[in-house]
DNA sequence: GCGATCAGAT
DNA sequence: CACATCTGATCGC
């Protein structure tokens, strides 16, 4: 393969750095003639001398800087020309660029080309943007013109031993030489990519869509609301029909099926032996890269064959087999049956308004699917298939119309199985991938062929995926997920819920009702997406035991315990404080724990903050001194949408006090079934010196003006900031070391109050489980907390 | 106009 | 730091 010139020098104009980042977000503007030709250029025109052609819309500077209109860009003194009062910024020699390679390339090769040196260049230092897995798949496609491609026939042979790996970078190899990032082993390595703080999907985890503020904005269903306020409670409309009635959960089914003592010799069989000597090419496959649905069905989380688990047929196999005799559980357990696949009539309209070519195209489908069932193939059955280059070509959702007009790589059959082809059909819907001209063709609809960067394709971390499962867990930002076919929601807090939206329509959610009532009430998701689960009810759910389990986190949030048909035993915990009451859950007593998902938020031994008892006896206390020295403190107690409600339900209890919250706070706390709490409750300010407030309200300036607009009444106020964060290892429980701060009349406690376990908690509650396993679920970002979890894992289970 | 997403701030 | 948002800007239908 010959070698062509590299178009674009990112390298010496936006050097690599650690910290700064450079995020370029390529649209629009393809060809377009520079509006000042001298020796300033548009970032198209640099494009085009090299045959890329380059469109940068916004720049984000590491700190400061929220994203600027480029208009031009200074060739000379490498300086960008903003759009918005023209302002000039010069780019530093650490300034780094992260994406931006848009679409508009001249053929092939150059992609190709500028791919590779922009990996090389720039995303391989880019703390997120490309996916391990698009890497992995850019290479082993596009290993050229940097070094000639040999791949190997023997496809079950490890990827990375069978391709010729690019040329080392002496400025990499040394930049990796004096570095404290790991890097992870396998082709990583060898090829001096380096991938720090990235997630397991190549990404950091960002913040979501939050869900209350914007949320209300978003629901004018009426279309005509007069205020937020208005526009919020118009879309929060109480869908009691989830609720009351069986019959009426949309189109989901369930079947009671009360008392059946039916024997099941799968769910008896030996479980899967997980292979205990693969740790490290797990760790590799777990944090380095996204792994694919047929990986989950065929070998265990390890990456390895699940040697006994059973050989499928046609009339044995996990999804097949009918529900009904798989169940196995305890007569006295009231059980249910769900079919997360049903489809509503109006979803079914809307599939056949979708034309013949979709029906065709989608029955091809079903019917590559079913024939492949015959070949005991379970993974195809889950809607997983092999690599293959026209795999990516059939869509999988049958939903939105608008769906169509999408570009398939949104959800398509096997996005893993060509990510790079998805990625780059984003990027670059114009010209066919080399070998792959048959996957885009036809797809390209809308604009002007150019497509921005935001919409990079989003893998599912591994660890959100359950292993034996077509399920998912708390995984709604990354659309549809390939094969999944359930999605679990643990709670409702917003980096949970991220990317579940009205629209969202790629599948069943299962949650327990109070989450799945304040999905319906808060994002408007269609209640017929919704199946909502009462604890400790065992489910049924795609030929595997569901239950949901009070964990203690936020009202409404459940652990989750699954059992597979071949006897793996998976808990996630969702976000948890472990207590002792949970090891008198008859579910989790003597429980062999295959899999345990752990919320790992302070899984640091500096982190032990007291009793959540204690805490709010504390706060009583404070409060009620308070008010002996003043009557006329306000007393306001911070929150989030929801959680630490029992710190101002305590206040409440314990000095006869009502609780006033904003009206939205109000309905959504009368939806958590909580008598208790919501007798309480009163939407008027005047009724009740006890104020519950967000969070981001408690700081001085903000209570003061709270307190005067509340004027003649009160004097002072008082404020408690409940979260874990506040815990200092100098306090520790003695809460009466806690110092406030102090600002005129606004005095702000910051209280350990937290929902999440404190360390020892969670050594207890592992140590009481005694899982064959344990993978963190927070703080996998970096590599230096998952070495650290890692060692506690361990520790806790040697003894 | 409006829903969705993203970066940055808190 | 990291939780769980909140805010403002932008994109695209």
Redesign the pocket.
Known sequence: MEEAACTLDIKCKFPLAKKK?L?L?G??VPQQPSRNASSQKTLADIGAEGDLKISI??V??????????IEQFDDQDCTIITR?GNERIPLQEDTQLVSGISEGLQNDRDLITTVEQALLDGFCDAEEELPLDVLEEVLSQYDRPLAPCSKSDNSSGSFFDTKVVPQESAALREELEDTKYTYAESAIDRKHFRFEECDVSGRMV?????????AN????IS?GSSSTQDAFDDSSAFRDDLFLCEDNKGASIAVLLGTHELSDPQLNETPCEISGSADLSFKNAFYAGGTDWSALHEVDEYGFPCASSPQLSSEHDCASIDAEKLMNVDSRIQCKIVRPETISEAVKSQITSLGPSFKEENNANLLSRSSKLKQGDLSSFLGFKRKSPVDAKVPQKKTHQ?DI?TYFGLAPLAKQASTAASFFAKLRPRFPTPGRASIEDGQRT??NGW??N??TV?NCPFYKKMPGTPFTVDAF?FGAVEGCKAYFLTHF???HYG?L???WSHGPIFCTEITARLVSMHLGVDSHWLRPMKLGCVSIVEGVKVQFLEANHCPGAALILFQTSCGQLILHTG?FRACKSMQDYPELLGARITSLYLDT?YCNPKYNFPLQEDVINHVVKLTSAALSRNPKTLVTVGA??I?KERVYLGIAKALSLRIYADKRRVRTLRALDWPDLTDRLCSDASSSRLHVL?I?HLNATKLRAYMQSLHPTYSAVLAFRP?G?TYSEKIGSNLSELKPQRSGVVTIYGVPYS??SSYSELQEFVKFLRPQKVLAT??V??AA?RESMEAHFKKWLKC
């Open positions: 980042r995020s977000r649209h629009g819309q916004q984000n500077f590491g700190s400061g800087t929220t994203g600027s209109n918005n960002q913040g979501c869509k939050p869900g209350f503020g914007k904005r978003s629901c004018s279309g608008q007009g809308g604009n497509k921005s935001r919409e989003k930002k807090h917003s980096d990317g939206t009205r629209s976000d938020t989030y949408s959680g967000p981001s979260t964060w929902e999440h927070v703080n970002g970096r907390h």
